[in-house]
Each structure stands twice: as C-alpha cells, then as structure tokens.
C-alpha cells in the first residue's frame, strides 16, 4: 500500500523503523518495504501486527478510509434520514386531516350554510395546506439527498470491502 499510514503512525511515537520491527517482531528490510510501499499487498499477520501495536485497524494503517468514519457518516445519515421521514409522515398526516377539515367545510358552502366563520376558517386550512405542501416538498428533497448520501457511502465501503477482500487472497495466495 503506497499511501499507507505506517510513517506517520511511527514518527507519533517517536520511534525509528529499527525500534519498531524489533517491538513487532519483523525485520528492518520487511518494515522498511511495508513503509515505503514496495510491500503492495504483504502478509495479513505482518499487517495486523502493526495494527495492534499502533491501535488502529488494518484498514487505517494501509491508508484505506477509516471504516469508523464511514460507519459514524451512515448512523448519521441514517438519523437524518429517519428525522426527516418522521417529519414528512407528520407532515402527511396533518394534510390529510386539513384536506377532511376542508371536505367539512366545502360541504357547507355546497349547502349555502357557510358563516363568515367558516369563510376565515376556509382561509386559515388552504393558506396550512399550501405551507404544509411547501414542507412536503422540502422533506421529499431532503429524503432523496439523504439516500443519494447513503448510496454513496454504501459504495465508498463497498471498494474498501474488495480491497480487504482482495489483500486476504493475495495473503491466501503468498501462503500456497
């Protein structure tokens, strides 16, 4: 892995690459290639050793996106997207119960025994409804970018999912 985060994770720790392959139990050279990036793919056991030493995940240390970030992004999008399905159901909800109110009412003037009441009344339910179908509207945008969101993290861990799936076969391969 070229873009691997073993360096940076070595230098926080104010170690050389001799004191770390000593506490890890792997040569200067096999480091030294871990490092640099000459180690494409590598062992999964050298791998996870220098995983547990510096606390982080395989994943973090060979520089792919920290799972826990993208774990953390989807709860959020997911809350999101939960928030705002709630609030669009609501919202549905108190349309449907103006649109009754306003069958009421209509039923009145068809009638002719509407009030000047019922006229204000008549007013107050179509100036709700047309705010509530503007919030509607905002919901239903909102409900798309947020599962826009999700897909495209789901597709951002899936690629990290074949590239670990990839490492363990390469490993599985090494081991033949």
Known sequence: MKNNRIRELRE???LTLKELAKNIGVSFTTLSKYENGVVT?????????????FGVSVGHLQGLPLFDEYK???TDITEKFSDYNNEYVKQKKELDELK???KLLANKFDHNMAT???FK???KILEKIKDLRKNIN???IELAKTIQQLDESK???SKELETIDTLIKNNKDDDK
């Open 12 to 14: 926080k720790k104010k």
């Open 41 to 53: 793919t590598g062992k999964i056991a050298t791998w996870q050793k220098l995983a547990d030493f």
């Open 72 to 74: 953390n992004n989807l």
């Open 100 to 102: 009754i109110q306003y």
């Open 116 to 118: 000047n009441e019922d």
């Open 121 to 123: 009344q008549k007013e």
């Open 138 to 140: 905002y919901s239903r």
């Open 155 to 157: 597709d951002i861990l």
